[in-house]
């Protein structure tokens, strides 16, 4: 995961660029929860991530304080991605690799109409 961890961050800060590189996404998704609160209904529902795509995908996931590190596989394809908590808001950065790049568009507006509901949601109540 660190491996991950540590390209998914050179992406972000535009240091890999190459014959395949990575289109960065970034979605932050503001909430009034508090970073706790936040933090722990990510961490009920990251299990859903992996229903979110179209045929299912395999997500691996490591919190690194309020920071959590994903990798997730679907359709042949790995897809590096991190949240970032904050009392207020939670930054959603995605690395899409090669030709995934193309869909980044609609990714982002994926995540800003559902990011918030898929991840927030109150397991607790249920």
Do not use: C, Y
């Given at each position: 995961m660190e491996h991950n961890a540590l390209a998914l961050e050179k992406t972000l800060n535009g240091a890999h660029f190459g014959p395949m590189s990575t289109q960065p996404v970034h979605v932050d998704m503001p909430h009034k929860l508090g970073r706790a609160e936040?933090?722990?209904?990510?961490?009920?529902?990251?299990?859903?991530?992996?229903?979110?795509?179209?045929?299912?995908?395999?997500?691996?996931?490591?919190?690194?304080?309020?920071?959590?590190?994903?990798?997730?596989?679907?359709?042949?394809?790995?897809v590096d991605a991190r949240l970032e908590v904050e009392d207020a808001l939670i930054r959603c950065h995605v690395a899409l690799p090669g030709l995934l790049g193309m869909l980044a568009k609609p990714i982002e507006s994926a995540l800003r109409l559902k990011g918030s509901d898929l991840l927030l949601e109150d397991r607790s109540k249920k």
């Open positions: 936040a933090r722990r209904r990510i961490a009920d529902n990251v299990h859903k991530l992996g229903s979110f795509f179209p045929g299912g995908a395999a997500v691996t996931h490591e919190w690194q304080g309020d920071r959590l590190d994903l990798v997730i596989s679907a359709m042949g394809q790995t």
